[in-house]
């Protein structure tokens, strides 16, 4: 399996048309990286890894619960008493967003909600493809905040594979 972002954008199309998921390329998620962007990675490391390790996953939800696991629709650099504790809370808001504006499934259900293990202690993977994104989530996080290129592959490199 290669040319991993033509899955995403089979398995992701509706999710990648919409307007709301498109407003998140202006949130910034880490350093000068969108939320969009970020997601995006994200779904493309998480397909990157379960091929390489030849992991067998339900693809379609890996992709959807990749891109849906930070939409929680704000900046969350701007200060608001809405979304004080974003690390903690923000796995919740992005699940039930995703609940509103998308049919999403079990496997999805657990991605989204539980991406922030362990920070949320009590959201535990669940699937195979929640474990992945959990780790792919902080792969991309530290790529996109720390200066280690050669380390991890950059969004522009991922999307050519
Ligand atoms: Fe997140
Ligand atoms: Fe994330």
Redesign the pocket.
Known sequence: MKEYYKYINYYGKDILKSKKVKSQKQFI?HGNVSVYD??YS?AVLSLYLADKLNINVDEKSLVRGALL??YFLYDWHVKDKSHRLHGYTHANTALKNAKRDFKINKIEENMIKC?MFPLNLFSIPKYKEAKILCIC?KL??ISETLPIKGILVKISELKSL
């Open positions: 998620q970020h997601t994200v696991h930070d991406h989530d991309c996080a």
